[in-house]
């Protein structure tokens, strides 16, 4: 009797393991579903890169933690030379937003391409480092099958963790 319990605990066990594992399935078909529906859309993510079309201003903000006297964003070309420099002035804690009209320190407008972008504050006398949030269009999508997070390629600008965009938009 004791073996037959053990045999029927058994395949309730295996029975339940396939059902989760059908579970488990079926939600990845459904976020890959819905992950497809990114594709070509505009987004705001936390990312340092954005794919610039000079003849148009970028619009972008820095994630300030706390209230600074001071925020510096400096933008460089895909060689690592600096182009222009932004002073955003005092902030509080939250979303300082900035905008870039495609030109470089000398007023001269650049050409199109990817830039990078760096904020920088100073507390307590050392030098910080904030997180940037940019536009950029989703090309693909990659689904993690170990169970990680799902990643968005975007255009341009290399993958970005679902998780770090802010916006999504049309």
Do not use: C, H
Not at 28 to 36: D, E, F
């Amino acid at each position: 009797m004791a073996q037959l319990a053990q045999f029927s605990s058994l395949e309730g066990i295996t029975s339940l393991n396939e059902s989760v594992n059908a579970i488990s399935g079926n939600y990845k078909s459904s976020q890959a579903l819905q992950a497809s529906s990114l594709v070509g859309r505009s987004v705001i993510a936390q990312t340092d890169k954005a794919v610039v079309d000079t003849t148009k201003s970028l619009n972008g903000s820095v994630v300030v933690p706390q209230s600074v006297s001071s925020v510096t964003v400096t933008i460089t070309d895909k060689d690592g030379n600096a182009v222009r420099t932004l002073q955003l002035g005092e902030q509080k804690a939250g979303n300082a937003s900035f905008v870039w009209d495609g030109k470089n320190d000398k007023g001269e407008v650049v050409s199109p391409d990817t830039y990078s972008f760096k904020a920088t504050t100073t507390v307590d006398g050392k030098a910080m480092e904030m997180y940037t949030l940019l536009p950029a269009t989703v090309s693909s999508v990659t689904i993690s099958q170990t169970g990680g997070e799902m990643m968005l390629n975007l255009a341009g600008q290399g993958s970005v963790a679902l998780s770090k965009v802010q916006t999504i938009g049309i």
